[in-house]
């Protein structure tokens, strides 16, 4: 079955980095479109960003846009989720997802990232 | 972007109700709409994709309608595992987007 592990969160300083991966397991993985969506305390859902199953097409929430980078090692069946300058704002559970054309069809674990001081 | 708008941000139901949860979004986004559960502490679960396509596994008192702005997300009779917060969600523009989220208490 489909599995998705995330893994690198923390707590770091605000204008810090960070990267997020997610190992995939049970599917393809070199042939899925992946995601990743993220979910502040007590707060709803929020999409951040897509990659496509080639890496080639990228594209980023505008909240995160230049601050964040999606990237995909297909050899590896891992995506991760690079985060630059964080803001107290980035605090959150992000979570890996498989993306097929349309819908996100499994979901991670999610991971906890803290930006505080 | 395209917004949604959930309606109700939430509401308070019994065992055995049908409970109805609307989704609106701020253009046409044909069928290109989901229905994702989350229960607290736990990872989002798809329920239905494509505005009315049921995911394998769902149980059948779930259902869903709509297309282009307008969508609801149905639960015909309400069971105790039921009570979660549901989220709609647009794969129509390449930037995707959620809605709010419905609270589905116990009355």
């Known amino acids: 079955q489909v599995q998705l592990v995330e893994s690198g969160g923390g707590v770091v300083q605000p204008g810090t980095s960070l990267r997020l991966s997610c190992e995939a397991s049970g599917f393809t993985f070199s042939t899925y479109g992946m995601h990743w969506v993220r979910q502040a305390p007590g707060k709803g859902l929020e999409w951040v960003s897509i990659i496509s199953y080639d890496g080639n097409t990228k594209y980023y929430a505008d909240s995160v846009k230049g601050r964040f980078t999606i990237s995909r090692d297909n050899s590896k069946n891992t995506l991760y989720l690079q985060m630059n300058s964080l803001r107290a704002e980035d605090t959150a559970v992000y979570y890996c997802a498989k993306g097929g054309v349309i819908v996100l069809d499994s979901w991670g674990q999610g991971s906890l990232v803290i930006v505080s001081s | 972007d395209i917004q949604m708008t959930q309606s109700p941000s939430s509401l308070s139901a019994s065992v055995g109700d049908r409970v109805t949860i609307t989704c609106r979004t701020s253009?046409?986004?044909?069928?290109?709409l989901n229905w994702y559960q989350q229960k607290p502490g736990k990872a989002p679960k798809l329920l239905i994709f494509a505005a009315s396509n049921l995911q394998s596994g769902v149980p059948s008192r779930f259902s869903a309608s709509g297309s282009e702005t307008d969508f609801t997300l149905t639960i015909s009779s309400l069971q105790p595992e039921d009570f979660a917060t549901y989220y709609c969600?647009?794969?129509?523009?390449?930037?995707?987007?959620f809605g709010q989220g419905t609270k589905v208490e116990v009355k």
């Open positions: 253009q046409s986004i044909s069928s290109s």
């Open positions: 969600q647009q794969s129509y523009s390449t930037l995707w987007t």
